[in-house]
């Protein structure tokens, strides 16, 4: 049971470029979320997936676009990298809508863009 | 409405001491109140949670205190130890939603 994987672990763009990142859960979730995470701003919603089929913008999500391919994978991807997208983005899944359903997050991937 | 606020930022305490991180939050809807453990290079982690009609929760040397009237709840680490350096974020959700609030976290070490 590895719980939520994330790759890359790493990855260096330069401005302009694009990519996408992958996360996939292993626990049956319904939910899966893609936070960023930068110095003294906590982590901030990028985009959600309530359900498979299903996705919602969070709080910052210019820039960005998501895919919930089936019920085990979300992938987010930067079709046009610009720097102040270099952070630490965290994907996450929890069972549904019940407050008291933990969330469970990924390792993150670290990404620069120069 | 949606924020919640946390307190302070960074923090220093000698092994043995008590660590107290505070948050504020303003919308009453809010239903669960998580705290998250974070180690560097490593993803958050649940490390204890209340809900709103309890207005203390223990587990181990962790504890959450809850003051619905004053929607303020605080994390109180007892006799800290150097593996408690982290960096600890507090959240709020209601039942309504699939969104967690964050705070904005606070670092901590633990000086051996």
């Known amino acids: 049971n590895a719980g939520v994987t994330q790759t890359p672990k790493f990855q260096v763009l330069k401005t302009g470029q694009s990519m996408t990142l992958q996360c996939a859960q292993d626990?049956?979730?319904?939910?899966m979320y893609w936070y960023r995470q930068d110095p003294g701003m906590g982590l901030r919603l990028i985009y959600y997936?309530?359900?498979?089929?299903?996705?919602d913008k969070g709080e910052v999500p210019n820039g960005y676009n998501v895919s919930r391919l089936n019920k085990r994978e979300f992938s987010l991807r930067l079709e046009s990298a610009a720097p102040s997208q270099t952070s630490v983005y965290f994907c996450?899944?929890?069972?549904?809508?019940?407050?008291?359903?933990?969330?469970?997050f990924g390792p993150g991937t670290r990404l620069t863009v120069l | 409405q949606q924020q919640v606020k946390q307190s302070p930022q960074s923090l220093i305490v000698q092994k043995g001491g008590i660590s107290i991180i505070n948050c504020a939050y303003e919308?009453?809807?809010?239903?669960?109140f998580p705290w998250y453990q974070q180690f560097p290079g490593k993803g958050p982690a649940l490390l204890i949670a209340?809900?709103?009609?309890?207005s203390e929760k223990k587990e181990g040397r962790f504890t959450i205190s809850f003051n619905k009237s004053a929607k303020q709840f605080s994390l109180h680490i007892m006799d800290s130890q150097p593996g408690d350096s982290a960096t600890y974020f507090c959240a709020a959700i209601f039942s309504g939603t699939y969104k967690y609030i964050f705070g904005t976290g606070t670092r901590l070490k633990v000086l051996a």
């Open positions: 997936s309530a359900s498979e089929g299903t996705t």
């Open positions: 919308n009453t809807a809010f239903d669960y």
């Open positions: 626990m049956n979730h319904n939910s």
């Open positions: 996450a899944s929890r069972q549904g809508r019940g407050s008291y359903n933990e969330q469970f």
């Open positions: 209340i809900r709103p009609d309890v």
